[in-house]
């Protein structure tokens, strides 16, 4: 005949509070085991070397510039030398980063395009869309700027240049971007927090 089991039942309060300290511990390092899992460094943004790269932690006190842009889009290609331009200008006040969210996009070709186009700055892939989604970027080209706290303080065009997709005027009038960094550099809000951008959508957006 099988032995029934026998439960015991510890009433002892020394005991459970042990017990209990020993389950936290246990939770609290399953915890830490989870968040540095290899899976959460897919979830960044990577270098052109395959490495995961947070542009908001690379350069403290300084203001940050995303750029999100495609190798394909022409409006993109058309805001390069200025892009180029400013990130001399403001680099004392802001560091500049491209940042490229389309997922079919290898190092090599982004590679060719910064060559193409004279390029200076650094390049990031975005391919699971964490800068995207920081920044609330939909198109490109369009820029986030970061103050030195890190907090958004503005997202959207660079300037008007652009009044649709395909219709340009000959010169822009508003200039949303280097308004904003140079708010920032100071420690003021932009005069504009955001701006809706033309160009091209950036795809697989949740």
């Known amino acids: 005949m099988p032995r029934r089991a026998r439960i015991f039942y510890c009433r002892d ?30 979830q960044q943004a990577l270098d052109l070397g395959g490495s995961p790269k947070d542009p908001l932690k690379q350069t403290p006190g300084k203001v940050v510039v ?41 190092p090599e070709s982004i590679r060719s395009y910064l ?6 700055l650094p390049a990031l892939r975005d391919r699971e869309h964490s800068l995207v989604k920081k920044s609330g970027a939909k198109v490109t080209p369009e820029a986030a700027v970061f103050n030195s706290k890190r907090a958004l303080v503005y997202h959207g065009r660079i300037d008007d240049l652009y009044r649709e997709f395909g219709k340009a005027r000959r010169a822009a009038t508003t200039h949303e971007l280097a308004d904003a960094i140079e708010a920032a550099s100071k420690g003021v809000a932009p005069p504009s927090a955001a701006a809706e951008g033309v160009g091209c959508f950036i795809s697989d957006l949740k």
């Open 66 to 106: 995303l750029v999100f842009v495609r190798t394909d889009c022409p409006i993109s290609n058309r805001y390069a030398p200025l892009l180029q331009e400013m990130s001399v200008k403001y680099g004392s006040e802001a560091a500049f980063w491209l940042v490229f969210p389309d997922k079919n996009e290898s």
């Open 13 to 42: 309060p020394h005991v459970l509070r042990r017990l209990s300290m020993a389950s936290l511990a246990m939770t609290a390092a399953l915890v830490l085991f989870v968040l540095s899992f290899p899976m959460a460094a897919g």
């Open 115 to 120: 060559q193409e186009f004279n390029y200076k």
